[in-house]
């Protein structure tokens, strides 16, 4: 049996334009993991509270896309293998989460943002930004990330109608592991991020979120 070919950069860089494909154009596919709303009924929803919960899911599916990106990006440079795999593992969770929003997308009859390949792009960038400055600060980019992300999933929470158990059921199980995806950063040795750096990933996620409800 002839060894296993190692990935040349250009095979790299080829298999990270499909996933960016596959991730911001082409539709979700299956999760590994059940819905957690599947044994929920669906809710009725006058057209405003429709309009309204979509356009939070349309944040949650880009906000996923974006960690897509962010994790790939973080994980193409990540110095020590036990961080690398630690990305690629948190990718992987954040993938069913990409797969629920567009289910719950579907159900609402509305659709992902259309600018989710520009969040892509610009994710990926800033994912490699992240990793080249030290595994330390690479998962302390993903502690300061899934804080945020959990701040957000709450705020949405609280902005759902009061039946839309669906949706709820969904963003309550992210919350949660997008908590624990910190947690396990931390104790992985995240490094915490330097005082302006926060503050700017808050301001380009508000950017992020007032384009996807609406676009």
Request: aromatic share 4%.
């Amino acid at each position: 049996m002839s060894p296993m070919r190692q990935l040349s950069l250009l095979d790299r860089l080829i298999a990270d334009i499909d996933h960016a494909l596959l991730t911001s154009a082409a539709p979700a596919g299956l999760p590994a993991r059940a819905n957690p709303a599947a044994d929920c009924v669906s809710a009725e929803l006058d057209e405003d509270q429709r309009r309204h919960v979509a356009g939070l899911m349309r944040i949650n599916h880009a906000g996923e896309v974006c960690a897509q990106a962010l994790y790939l990006g973080q994980a193409r440079v990540a110095r020590d293998a036990p961080t690398r795999e630690h990305l690629l593992q948190a990718a992987q969770e954040e993938a069913d989460h990409l797969a629920w929003c567009a289910q719950r997308l579907r159900e609402l009859n509305d659709r992902p943002s259309l600018l989710n390949p520009l969040w892509y792009a610009g994710s990926y960038a800033i994912g490699v930004a992240a990793g080249l400055a030290g595994d330390g600060y690479n998962l302390g980019f993903v502690v300061e990330t899934e804080r945020q992300v959990e701040s957000h999933l709450q705020d949405h929470l609280d902005q759902l109608p009061a039946g839309d158990e669906r949706s709820r059921r969904i963003l309550q199980l992210m919350k949660e592991e997008e908590a624990e995806h910190a947690e396990q950063a931390q104790q992985a040795g995240a490094r915490a991020l330097p005082s302006p750096i926060p503050a700017v990933m808050r301001a380009i996620s508000s950017l992020m979120k007032h384009g996807a409800y609406r676009i």
